[in-house]
């Protein structure tokens, strides 16, 4: 054989590249559109977080996006960790939205019981429990994060990281599945997940729940973070409960939640920052000790700023934005009129 030859054979022999550069003129042709699982709700292909503290309905959410991607023909596999109830949460669900819907022909399969979603332990079993069903799911939730990442250090980036990533390569990119992570949100921060900032910056995209108070029935999930498309204003759901036509053992009427979609509540501005706490503080003493005025000069607000520390000017006017955009002042000829009720 001649050197040639066995040059070519040898060049046959070799393995294709994994990496593939493409001309960009190519891509931009392809006018991509952002996939849905739900319209501008749940993107396709994604791995998400929805977050929230206890008490904020977070797993009645997931379980409405989860049937209603079912009902669309989206095969859908839950796993539930949280104990049980998911038959009484779907009986409520289905006698709420979809009456007439034949539950046994959904495309949903479900499993109620914590599992050690790692590599080198249950993942690649649930992998190929999946590959071995007659459909692969368009949705996978798992619920809640720390029921099914049993041993993981919560709090730390690497060991998050990987985790995520884990699930990432098994099923969001085996399955082209959106794979949607329950979590609890912090211990001191509301508005994002327990744990390391590993979960916050890694998955595709992140939904918050909020529950105002801890009687209120509605609550809202926030939109901001899509990996496709651009932040939307919140969704907000009332919760209510349904009784399941039925008694259980002591006799006792059998009862769920259900959400209905519902329009925000007005959000009101919120006070931040160490200057314009102060600022606030002030003007409402300054209310209290003189309960029939209406406004406040231009030279008062500023001598009230001065004494409470806000002496440089700049501060000021940024000051009195912030009081103009909480509503406590709106601006008036010599000075301000005043709303210190917004302040309390």
Do not use: C
């Not at 392809?30 to 503290?53: I, Q, T």
């Amino acid at each position: 054989m001649s050197v040639e030859a066995l040059r070519k054979q040898l060049d046959a022999a070799k393995p294709s590249p994994s990496i593939t550069l493409r001309h960009i003129a190519e891509i931009v042709v392809e006018r991509r559109e952002p996939r849905w699982l739900l319209h501008r709700v749940l993107e396709r292909g994604v791995l998400a977080v929805l977050a929230g503290a206890r008490g904020t309905f977070k797993s009645f959410v997931s379980l409405d996006w989860s049937m209603r991607a079912a009902v669309a023909g989206h095969p859908v596999v839950i796993l539930s960790g949280e104990g049980a109830g998911l038959d009484r949460r779907v009986d409520a669900w289905v006698r709420v939205h979809k009456p007439a819907v034949a539950l046994a022909e959904l495309p949903l399969l479900a499993l109620e019981r914590p599992l050690r979603l790692t590599a080198n332990e249950d993942l690649p079993e649930l992998v190929e429990v999946i590959d071995s069903g007659r459909s692969k799911p368009a949705l996978i939730l798992v619920d809640t994060l720390s029921k099914f990442a049993g041993g993981l250090d919560e709090n730390s980036n690497a060991d998050v990281a990987q985790y995520l990533g884990d699930l990432a390569t098994a099923l969001r990119d085996r399955f082209d599945s959106t794979v949607l992570l329950v979590a609890h949100a912090g211990h001191g921060d509301a508005k994002r997940p327990r744990g390391a900032s590993a979960l916050m910056a890694n998955p595709d995209a992140e939904y918050i729940v909020e529950r105002p108070s801890p009687t209120a029935m509605t609550i809202t999930v926030s939109r901001e973070r899509f990996k496709d498309y651009a932040s939307l204003e919140p969704l907000a759901y009332t919760a209510e409960v349904i009784d399941l036509g039925r008694v259980d053992s002591h006799g006792e009427r059998v009862t769920s939640l259900a959400l209905h979609a519902t329009q925000p509540l007005p959000v009101a501005p919120r006070i931040n920052g160490r200057n314009l706490t102060a600022a606030a503080t002030a003007l409402r003493e300054w209310s209290r000790t003189r309960p029939d005025a209406k406004y406040i000069s231009t030279l008062e607000i500023t001598d009230l700023l001065k004494a409470h520390g806000i002496k440089d000017r700049r501060r000021r006017l940024e000051v009195i934005n912030g009081l103009v955009n909480l509503r406590a002042v709106t601006a008036s000829l010599g000075g301000y009129t005043l709303d210190p009720s917004v302040l309390t």
